[in-house]
């Protein structure tokens, strides 16, 4: 089994800043890719940010300048560093990752259970 686990959500007024990490734990061979994705109420879950395990880094036009996606393979870790936060950043953030569980393995995609930013003030 593997699971993903998020923590550093929070509410923030606008402009602040909040650090989002996500550990990914058990039976892991190997992790292609990490990211942020999140939802808000009413729309659909879009991407905010990934990384893959060479580096490169993907962000949407909204978040570009704003946040930043970092990932400490070590630990299976990925963190989001958010600033000049927004309301519109407001909404359920989830971790995503896509993971090989043994060599012979294809790859598979797994969530966290989402972590809740809420930018107001």
């Known amino acids: 089994q593997v699971q993903l686990v998020e923590s550093g959500g929070g509410l923030v007024q606008p402009g602040g800043s909040l650090r989002l990490s996500c550990v990914a734990s058990?039976?892991?061979?190997?992790?292609?890719?990490m990211g942020w994705y999140r939802q808000a109420p009413g729309k659909q879950r879009e991407l905010v940010a990934n990384i893959i395990s060479g580096g490169s880094t993907n962000y949407a036009d909204s978040v570009k300048g704003r946040f930043t996606i970092s990932r400490d393979n070590a630990k299976n870790t990925v963190y989001l560093q958010m600033t000049s936060l927004k309301p519109e950043d407001t909404a359920v953030y989830y971790c995503?990752?896509?993971?090989?569980?043994?060599?012979?393995?294809?790859?598979?995609?797994?969530w966290g259970q989402g972590t809740q930013v809420t930018v107001s003030s």
């Open positions: 058990g039976s892991i061979f190997s992790i292609d890719a």
């Open positions: 995503n990752a896509r993971i090989r569980r043994a060599f012979y393995r294809p790859v598979q995609e797994y």
